[in-house]
């Protein structure tokens, strides 16, 4: 047993250390702030973002692990906290407004999702499952908060509860996978991991198939696969909806990244036993989350299951487990992330206080009332569904063409099937906007700044990935080509 | 000597203990020590195998899974105190606004 003193290697961990630091800096300064006027908070918010994004491309294209291999800082990590960090800002610029409606406008907020955005990032930049375990906590912590944020709100708490009990027990059972797999390959390092499976001529010792079966259970209930999905329209209904915008992007994204190191690099050489499971998985979640969908009233439970189908299109990528499958899933993240960040800015910006406008009947005759804000719901709703010029199409031709290319044909049918469902739920809301007569007062709302600009950039980046696909789709390529 | 084998049982039998009582208990305070009482079974898990291996990867982790059990409980405590004056409950089964 001998302890090796980790170099300190701080610029690898630039942007992670500069999101830290803001996120303690926003919580001094909302001290000296006077009650209901917390705005100063989210703009060194929105600065700390920035400098951190800034720093990404000091790091851009120069792979290497630091803290002795705790960290894997590659084109793969920066990719995604790219994402995660675009999440973060447009989620804190959503929110000023939002929380001054609510009556809740306290710098807490801010602070909070960048805690949860630092604890992303080291979960896609995690070498160890040390690592991906404290990311992940650090992230689902803040995240509990979060969801209960709206303290007076029984929704909010009721929303609150759920994702920490679930949250939670789902930690526990990641948690004792990895010890399975630490017992199997009596390491925890995602190198070592591959290195020993590979070594291995035993593979089927079932104490590193129960830690596999556990991880992936703890990692299904975190991105909302089906078996594991009861607790998301709950939670991402009752929650605040600028966190519940934030939760649908940046969740999937850190996760899906942890995901991808650790089944399709530290495990694979046990990929022909997980690729069954997960292509079961992948089948049920598109299914039930499409078919569900319908059904539903509410927008933001609408927008939930549609979420879940939406893992299951990405987890297509993860099953074809070729390059192409691995860079479309990051293509698919991006492309996600402004469309979905883009609808639930237009959920809030027409929301009321309270529960108010969040019903689909509510949005009737909305695109004549408001036609801005029609077109935009309509430019994401046909995002979310794939239909093209649009950023949703591209990222869907790419999964499922990775699909086709590895041989996975039935898959890729199903997955076209689904979107075809898909496609009735979310243009059922168009028609509600420009074909039915209003149902109450649509007055009062307030367009304010910050606002705009979230709204402006998730409509661009929409258009933007959907029109000229090309850049994004060679950086994600770029992005997995030093993989580990 | 005791063989790894029969910490590993242990552990097996006190986190299959915390599932059930998470799935049976109504009590939301009940069901966070049950998920606990799971966290500490894998803990058991992690000493019995870093000592096995004679590798401190194990012991190391049961520090920051302790940790982070803390601060899961500081927050998870307060959210159900916030819920509690809310609604004068903390019976999940009656915690049901939201479904589908």
């Not at chain 1, 807490?108 to 070498?127: D, N, P, Q, R």
């Not at chain 1, 399975?180 to 070592?192: N, P, S, V």
């Not at chain 1, 089948?283 to 509410?298: F, K, P």
């Not at chain 1, 469309?339 to 009947?361: C, P, Q, S, Y």
Request: aromatic residues 12%; charged residues 10%; glycine residues 8%.
């Amino acid at each position: 047993m001998d302890l090796v003193i980790p170099k300190i290697d701080a610029l690898s961990l630039c942007p992670e250390l500069v999101l830290s630091i803001t996120a303690m800096l926003v919580l001094l300064v909302t001290v000296y702030l006077p009650k209901g006027r917390k705005d100063p908070a989210a703009y060194v918010g929105l600065l700390g973002i920035f400098i951190a994004l800034m720093s990404l491309t000091l790091l851009w294209g120069k792979p290497r692990y630091a803290f002795n291999n705790m960290i894997m800082v590659d084109n793969f990590s920066i990719f995604f906290n790219m994402v995660i960090l675009v999440t973060a800002a447009l989620s804190i610029l959503m929110s000023i407004t939002y929380l001054k409606e609510e009556g809740m406008s306290h710098g807490e907020f801010y602070a909070l999702i960048l805690f949860s955005a630092v604890g992303m990032m080291f979960m896609t930049a995690g070498a160890n499952l040390i690592t991906i375990f404290l990311g992940l906590e650090t992230m689902s912590i803040s995240l509990y908060v979060l969801a209960g944020f709206l303290r007076d709100s029984n929704r909010s708490n009721e929303s609150a509860l759920k994702y920490l009990l679930l949250g939670a027990f789902s930690s526990a059972f990641l948690l004792y996978g990895i010890a399975f797999i630490y017992g199997a390959t009596g390491t925890t390092d995602l190198k070592g991991i591959s290195e020993f499976l590979s070594r291995a001529t035993y593979m089927k010792d079932p104490m590193l198939l129960a830690g596999m079966g556990l991880l992936l259970v703890g990692f299904g209930f975190k991105i909302a696969t089906v078996p594991f999905h009861m607790w998301t329209p709950d939670v991402y209904e009752g929650a605040p909806t600028s966190v519940t915008a934030f939760m649908s992007v940046g969740v999937k994204a850190a996760v899906f990244a942890a995901f991808v190191r650790v089944f399709s690099h530290a495990l694979w050489d046990l990929q022909p036993d997980w690729n069954q499971l997960l292509w079961i998985l992948a089948v049920l979640t598109m299914t039930l989350g499409n078919v569900i969908a319908i059904a539903q009233t509410n927008i933001k439970r609408m927008l939930a299951y549609s979420s879940i189908a939406h893992a299951g299109y990405i987890m297509m990528g993860m099953i074809a487990s070729n390059e192409l499958g691995t860079s479309s899933i990051l293509f698919y993240m991006l492309a996600y992330a402004f469309t979905n960040l883009g609808a639930f800015g237009v959920v809030i910006l027409f929301g009321r206080k309270g529960e108010g406008n969040l019903d689909i009947e509510d949005y009737s005759g909305m695109g004549f009332k408001y036609p801005v804000l029609g077109l935009l719901m309509a430019v994401f709703l046909f995002s979310l569904a794939g239909i093209p010029p649009t950023a949703g199409f591209v990222g869907k031709f790419y999964i499922f063409s990775a699909a086709v290319k590895a041989g996975y044909i039935w898959l890729a049918i199903i997955g076209v099937m689904n979107s075809l469902v898909s496609v009735y739920y979310y243009l059922r809301v168009t028609v509600m906007m420009y074909m039915k007569d209003p149902v109450k007062d649509l007055e009062g709302l307030h367009w304010s700044p910050s606002m705009i600009v979230a709204l402006i950039i998730a409509v661009a980046g929409t258009l933007l990935i959907g029109i000229f696909p090309s850049p994004y789709l060679d950086l994600a390529k770029q992005s997995v080509l030093h993989l580990m | 000597m005791i063989p790894l084998s029969y910490y590993l049982v242990l552990s097996a039998i006190l986190f299959t203990i915390g599932v059930v009582g998470v799935l049976v208990r109504r009590n939301a305070i009940m069901i966070f020590m049950a998920i606990e009482l799971m966290l500490n079974a894998v803990n058991l898990s992690f000493v019995a195998i870093g000592k096995h291996l004679d590798s401190l990867d194990g012991q190391v982790f049961v520090f920051f899974v302790m940790a982070v059990a803390a601060a899961e409980v500081a927050v998870g405590l307060a959210i159900i105190v916030n819920l509690s004056r809310n609604k004068e409950t903390i019976n999940v089964d009656e915690i049901n606004i939201m479904k589908w």
